[in-house]
């Protein structure tokens, strides 16, 4: 097996429901929307002017080149950018009806229902079964825990490798066993909205191109190019097949990028 990196982030929003399925398709609504964002670090621009709506109960893929601002994007859903001290939010970024930049939004509330698994593997120093555990324990959840740790590993792909050795630590394990460890963690909560930035970067897979995750998985696409331009975002299927933007078919061939 090998490690790879991945250009793809997602977002995805409560539960999937079948992308072959058109009445659930029609019937979702919008999980988050961003208006005229805009995003700097210091003096440069990270997201240039995004608007777009993200559909509940749907995966979104956000593709493209290194440095093109998808990373920026996802942690503005859920006020990640508050920790960068040179990061400045311009616009609306609109959850559940609310922006979450209102002043009076807790970002801390807001981050239990916008869950998020990081790039890098990054599992507490605790065993598996509390690093799935929790996000619920933080809740004050009141069911049963462990079985709640028992679905979502399982939702992890990670149940079978790992029931045996519960009370282990989540450091002993391999690369790819951390970052799917993440996941269950963030499934744990069953929050609202999941943000995944390059999810599959360090897990075990061997992927002959980045790009087919997002068109295998995700059912709306949204590309960003150099400088944080949203240039193309619609079903997969269409910006795949039928890109709208030359620059987008040409970065989907391998034109560019």
Not at 102 to 119: E, H, N, S, T, W
């Amino acid at each position: 097996m090998s490690n790879t990196t991945s250009d793809d982030s997602l977002i995805t929003t409560e539960v999937q429901a079948d992308s072959n399925d058109d009445r659930a398709a029609a019937a979702a609504g919008t999980a988050v929307a961003a208006r005229n964002l805009n995003v700097y670090y210091g003096d440069e621009q990270a997201i240039d002017d995004v608007t777009m709506e993200i559909p509940e109960k749907r995966v979104t893929a956000l593709i493209g080149p290194s440095g093109c601002g998808k990373s920026t994007f996802l942690r503005c859903i859920n006020r990640m950018n508050d920790m960068i001290e040179i990061c400045r939010v311009d616009g609306d970024v609109e959850f559940g009806g609310k922006n979450v930049y209102d002043a009076d939004v807790d970002p801390v509330a807001l981050r239990r229902k916008i869950g998020m698994v990081f790039q890098k593997p990054n599992p507490f120093p605790k065993s598996i079964r509390d690093n799935v555990a929790y996000g619920l324990k933080i809740q004050g959840f009141d069911g049963d825990v462990d079985e709640r740790v028992e679905e979502s590993l399982k939702g992890a792909a990670l149940w079978d490798e790992v029931k045996d050795q519960l009370d282990s630590s989540g450091l002993e394990l391999s690369g790819g066993q951390q970052q799917r460890l993440c996941i269950a963690r963030a499934i744990a909560p069953d929050p609202e909205v999941i943000l995944m930035d390059e999810p599959t970067s360090a897990l075990d897979l061997i992927v002959t191109h980045n790009m087919q995750q997002a068109a295998r998985i995700s059912d709306q696409t949204a590309v960003f190019l150099t400088g944080g331009e949203l240039v193309e975002y619609g079903d997969t299927d269409q910006v795949f097949e039928n890109p709208h933007s030359e620059r987008v078919e040409d970065y989907i061939t391998g034109k560019f990028g």
